[in-house]
């Protein structure tokens, strides 16, 4: 049984800092490409970033270039995502991702899913 568990997630003021993580277990890590996405209440889930197998590659959406890093641990079969300079429109639920595909990810799809964190950047 594919689990992922995301943790990290809280309360920070504009212009600050968070580090999600996100701890897989039940498959094979370093064969599945890992993402987050968020989802802010009434709208869609969107991807936010995405890493390759070996952690080599990463893309990640226009809103978050520059400010948000991911990274992967294959060893602890744990994906991370360094948010930096935190917007008040970052506020959302942020979800783990493991996938097999590349292309599917950045569109938006993913196999495994894990429960969400939520993030809230507010004054």
């Known amino acids: 049984q594919v689990q992922l568990v995301e943790s990290g997630g809280g309360l920070v003021q504009p212009g600050g800092s968070l580090r999600l993580s996100c701890a897989a277990s039940g498959l094979t890590f370093g064969n599945h490409v890992m993402g987050w996405f968020r989802q802010a209440p009434g709208k869609e889930r969107d991807v936010v970033a995405v890493?390759?197998?070996?952690?080599?590659?990463?893309h990640y959406s226009d809103s978050v270039k520059g400010r948000f890093t991911i990274s992967r641990d294959n060893a602890k079969n744990t994906v991370y995502l360094q948010m930096n300079s935190l917007k008040p429109e970052d506020t959302a639920v942020y979800y783990c991702?493991?996938?097999?595909?590349?292309?599917?990810?950045?569109?938006?799809?993913?196999?495994?899913w894990g429960q969400g964190t939520q993030v809230t950047v507010s004054s």
């Open positions: 991702a493991a996938g097999n595909r590349w292309a599917n990810m950045i569109g938006g799809s993913s196999d495994y």
């Open positions: 890493i390759s197998w070996s952690g080599d590659n990463a």
